[in-house]
């Protein structure tokens, strides 16, 4: 089993940084792929990145350039650096592992409960 929390959620104005956590319990964590997705209310909940144990890295297309992805195994975390935010942003962003090679919402094995990210213009 794995349990993630995620932390760093909060409200911004548009422009500012936020840095979210997400905190991994469990044996695997270096061999999982983790990944942040998002739901914004009425929307589907969609892929924000995702990071590998090796150098796989991938980004929608909405946030690169502006959200940087990293992890770091001896503190089974991964974190989510968000620079240059926007009103759009604004949705609960959650935390997830899989052993997967294909990264989906369907593919995930784990999730965290969430963290709310509100952007004000």
């Known amino acids: 089993q794995v349990q993630l929390v995620e932390s760093g959620g909060g409200l911004v104005q548009a422009g500012d940084s936020l840095r979210l956590s997400c905190a991994a319990s469990?044996?695997?964590?270096?061999?999982?792929?983790m990944a942040w997705f998002r739901q914004a209310p009425g929307k589907e909940r969609e892929l924000v990145a995702f990071?590998?144990?090796?150098?796989?890295?991938y980004y929608a297309d909405s946030v690169k350039g502006r959200f940087t992805i990293s992890r770091d195994n001896a503190k089974d975390t991964v974190y989510l650096q968000m620079n240059s935010l926007k009103p759009e942003d604004t949705a609960v962003y959650y935390c997830?592992?899989?052993?997967?090679?294909?990264?989906?919402?369907?593919?995930?094995?784990?999730w965290g409960q969430g963290t709310q990210v509100t952007v004000s213009s």
């Open positions: 997830a592992a899989t052993g997967a090679s294909v990264i989906s919402v369907e593919t995930m094995n784990y």
């Open positions: 990071i590998g144990s090796g150098a796989r890295i």
């Open positions: 469990g044996r695997t964590f270096s061999r999982s792929i």
